[in-house]
């Protein structure tokens, strides 16, 4: 069965820095592409960053262009969100979220391109 857990959430003060973690069962990372939404009170998920293997196209979104970057740890098929200079807009839940390679892509991109999803994790920064 296909599997996603995201961890690593948390309180931190505008300025500091998480990583989120997602990590996999099931499948291996490898094989598809990944995605990083988040959802704030009130409002609709929105992609952050994703990963398209064709290509080796990775998108951000202009709000956290240049702070948030992803990287990967093969052996424990697992996918990190590093996030820097976090600001109180970036206050949401964050979900972990693969697709299978190939296909048809959106920028931003859109939820139903994801098969799989993680159950997400709070990122909360303070003023």
């Known amino acids: 069965e296909v599997q996603l857990q995201a961890s690593g959430g948390g309180l931190v003060q505008a300025g500091g820095s998480l990583r989120l973690s997602c990590a996999a069962s099931?499948?291996?990372?490898?094989?598809?592409?990944i995605g990083w939404f988040r959802q704030a009170p009130g409002k609709e998920r929105e992609g952050v960053l994703c990963i398209r293997r064709s290509g080796g196209i990775t998108w951000y979104a202009d709000s956290v262009k240049g702070r948030f970057s992803i990287s990967s740890d093969n052996a424990k098929n697992t996918v990190y969100l590093q996030m820097n200079s976090l600001k109180p807009e970036d206050t949401a839940v964050y979900y972990c979220?693969?697709?299978?390679?190939?296909?048809?892509?959106?920028?931003?991109?859109?939820?139903?391109?994801?098969?799989?999803w993680g159950q997400g994790t709070q990122v909360t920064v303070s003023s």
């Open positions: 099931g499948f291996t990372f490898d094989d598809y592409d």
């Open positions: 979220a693969v697709r299978g390679a190939g296909g048809t892509y959106y920028y931003p991109p859109r939820e139903y391109e994801y098969n799989f």
